[in-house]
């Protein structure tokens, strides 16, 4: 494995904020961690006001060339060495996970300096509860024509980036960032990603500035809490592409979205729901939460999602399967929780310009498949709201 480069970037100022008792109700979340690690012991989070500084004046410049991830992930083999080093499952889980944690530690070394160079990307978050954010008021509606809702199997930060991009072909009026939902971990800012896990969290992690904007004083996040970070730095490409570091030698040209990180119920109870197949004697087995008051919980965290968005402008949006990972929630409940919501009075009227799921196809099958693609297409895509 290429060694990691001896960075010119140190990181002087760590505030890490008040403490919050961790006494805290959150019967609503439970407390196994689905990605079996926390972030919080190896590199802590820089918190607002953070300072940076060039060691021994240094050169901010930095060579993408130089970064690990494209020559490490996948392994480069001949076909000889293929055939003699085939690894078990477990074997390339491993491995994976190696090389996402020399990416972790490579982007926390990078992002101080590389922040230093977008003053316009302050990685700042803010924290969002039901006390500050009311229903939306239909008076400051911008009326926009209804859209319709699209579902990709695809990451979240690429739909990010290419909706972002339609504005260079195509008017738009929404001129904040794309504003993407991070589904998060309650319990440890950025989930496992500093120990190479790899859920939706940690992949946005791996690529952005997203770590630094979730403040450690903000945890655990109680059940209705979000955190806003209004400018991200997105500064590596997708882990189909080798998670290779852009152009960070021209920092303007770096693409910048918003986000909203919710967590969502962890490891619900579940219950299967019998229904019957129009026309037909067969019997569809839906799995559903088994108490309603989890359900009720699931769609105010949605509504929390959008009056988020809402209230800070965003009219284009990159939502996904809240909670329908590593967490555990039933894929077809949650996805009648969107389409309920986006139902509502509250949430119609023209407050979008676009609605995307990213939502990665889990089980290869497609949009006619019983994966979270499958499921999120069938019942939202081509939905006007």
């Keep these: 494995m290429t060694t990691l480069p001896k960075p010119k970037m140190i990181q002087t100022v760590l505030n890490f904020g008040s403490s919050r008792s961790p006494n805290k109700d959150t019967s609503q979340i439970g407390r196994r961690d689905p990605d079996e690690t926390s972030s919080l012991g190896d590199t802590l ?14 050169s901010s410049k930095l060579d993408s060339q130089t970064s690990i991830a494209s020559a490490d992930w996948p392994p480069s083999q001949t076909a000889s060495e293929a055939t003699q080093a085939v690894l078990s499952p477990a074997q390339e889980a491993m491995k994976r996970r190696k090389v996402l944690r020399c990416i972790a530690g490579e982007t926390s070394t990078f992002l101080p300096g590389i922040l230093e160079m977008a003053p316009w990307a302050p990685p700042n978050g803010y924290l969002y509860s039901p006390s500050k954010i009311s229903q939306l008021n239909p008076k ?19 739909t990010a980036i290419a909706l972002a991009n339609c504005s260079k072909y195509v008017t738009v009026r929404d001129k904040k960032p794309v504003c993407v939902l991070n589904m998060a971990n309650a319990f440890h ?11 939706q969290e940690e992949t946005l992690c791996y690529r952005s500035s997203l770590s630094f904007t979730l403040k450690l004083r903000y945890y655990p996040l109680d059940d209705l809490q979000a955190i806003y970070s209004p400018t991200v730095l997105v500064i590596r490409k997708s882990i189909d592409d080798g ?3 852009l152009s960070l030698n021209k ?13 969502a119920l962890c490891e619900p109870k579940l219950a299967a729901k019998k229904i019957p197949v129009p026309n037909s004697a067969d019997v569809h087995v839906k799995e559903v939460f088994r108490n309603g008051a989890d359900r ?17 402008g965003h009219r284009r949006l990159v939502l996904g ?27 119609g009227g023209g407050w979008w310009e676009s609605i995307i799921f ?8 497609g949009k006619d498949g019983d994966g979270n693609y499958g499921v999120f297409y069938r019942k939202l895509h081509g939905m006007m709201v």
């Excluded at 989070?45 to 240094?58: F, R």
């Excluded at 400051?140 to 690429?158: E, G, Q």
């Excluded at 769609?299 to 800070?312: F, S, V």
């Excluded at 909670?323 to 009648?336: I, K, Q, T, Y």
């Design 321 to 347: 399967a809240l909670g329908c990972g590593a967490f555990l929630n039933p894929r077809e409940d949650v996805a009648d929780c969107f389409a309920e919501v986006f139902s509502e009075s509250e949430f």
């Design 296 to 312: 009720d919980l699931t769609k105010d965290k949605i509504r929390m999602i959008l009056r988020t968005a809402a209230y800070n």
């Design 243 to 245: 998670h290779g570091l």
């Design 45 to 58: 989070l820089p918190d607002s006001g953070m300072d940076y500084e060039m060691e021994n004046g240094g």
């Design 140 to 158: 400051y509606c911008p009326c926009f024509h209804k859209t319709s809702i699209r579902v990709h199997n695809a990451d979240s930060l690429d």
């Design 251 to 263: 920092p303007e040209e770096l693409p910048v979205v918003s986000v909203i990180s919710i967590a």
């Design 189 to 199: 800012a950025g989930g496992g990603w500093k120990n190479g896990a790899l859920a």
């Design 358 to 365: 990213a939502v990665m196809d889990d089980l290869e099958e």
